[in-house]
């Protein structure tokens, strides 16, 4: 049977870094509270004006590389993003040409820190279907950008970055095992920013209003996320018919160590198989699973026949999982 098969990744970080010590004379926070709430001790942040199609364009190339695949062998480029370049046209268009897949196909999804595993489940559709052969997944978010350096609830955060993945039609019981997608609309206003879309317009009004910042309800939005990575888990774990001891390795949307470890806890999931990384470059929204599982591979904690589960949450809210066999 055809199954799709991540064949080559790669990832791409500003070179600016910005520490916890940083951020203790920009607003009243700690590099120790950060560390205890988050996990985080540094993020990467891009210069002003860069754009995340600059960010993803290096990060395809690699994952190109490491696949040893064509720029132009590419049937479709998927962007998932929630900090596109443009409102219109498509980061991936940038991306596309950026890279040189001239007969590639390219569009943007949203799905915020989801978006990885919403595309690597549309890239297995096409791919399965028959439609195409070969699919570039890039992640790439700059969310400073919108950031308020002085809310020490979301500016100690979020990061810089983008991941990507080359995923190609196969033959075999290696690739892609199992998918799944979810979301619930209702709560969109645990996480979200308001201004800058069609219904809410940046306006000489409210160009430095509340409208401009992310607005986040830390409390209730960790007791969706610790549900939803369960719930997201407990779905791949079942439709792989797998355990969680069959599981090699399991790489999470980077958000908070703090929620990881409380979702894996309740499911009697053993830690020392969760790859984190947000240590070093924070919550880089889509872009944290493609950079951290590239790291996986980069330092061998990833290798060929291991199994390996994905799974995201973020605004939306959405999340999802997907069971791999490497």
Request: charged residues 20%; negative net charge; glycine residues 8%.
């Amino acid at each position: 049977m055809i199954r799709s098969r991540i064949v080559g990744t790669g990832r791409f970080l500003p070179e600016k870094v910005l520490t916890n010590v940083d951020l203790e004379s920009m607003m009243d926070t700690s590099d120790e509270l950060i560390r205890q709430r988050t996990g985080i001790h540094q993020r990467h942040v891009a210069e002003e004006g860069t754009g995340s199609s600059r960010l993803g364009i290096p990060a395809a190339q690699r994952a190109l590389a490491a696949a040893n695949v064509d720029p132009m062998d590419v049937d479709l480029v998927i962007c998932c993003t929630m900090t596109p370049d443009f409102v219109f046209p498509a980061t991936a268009c940038l991306i596309q040409d950026g890279i040189g897949a001239k007969a590639a196909a390219a569009y943007d999804i949203n799905a915020a820190c989801s978006g990885f595993v919403y595309s690597l489940s549309i890239a297995d559709a096409h791919i399965r279907s028959g439609m195409h052969k070969t699919v570039l997944i890039v992640a790439a978010e700059m969310l400073t950008a919108h950031i308020n350096w002085q809310n020490r609830d979301t500016a100690v955060l979020f990061g810089d970055g983008a991941g990507a993945a080359v995923v190609q039609a196969c033959e075999g019981d290696h690739g892609i095992l199992t998918n799944f997608m979810a979301a619930d609309g209702s709560d969109l206003e645990l996480l979200m920013l308001r201004a800058g879309g069609s219904r809410v317009r940046i306006t000489p009004e409210n160009v430095a209003g509340p409208d401009r910042d992310i607005v986040m309800r830390g409390k209730e939005l960790f007791k969706r996320a610790v549900r939803a990575f369960g719930d997201a888990i407990e779905r791949a774990l079942a439709d792989s018919r797998l355990t969680a001891e069959e599981v090699d390795v399991f790489v999470p949307h980077q958000a908070n160590s703090r929620i990881i470890f409380t979702a894996a806890k309740r499911l009697g999931f053993p830690e020392e198989k969760i790859f984190l990384n947000i240590d070093h470059v924070g919550n880089t929204v889509a872009a944290s699973i493609p950079i951290a599982l590239d790291e996986a591979v980069e330092k061998g904690v990833i290798q060929e026949g291991n199994v390996v589960l994905l799974a995201g949450f973020g605004a939306g809210l959405t999340w999802g999982s997907s069971m791999v066999r490497w």
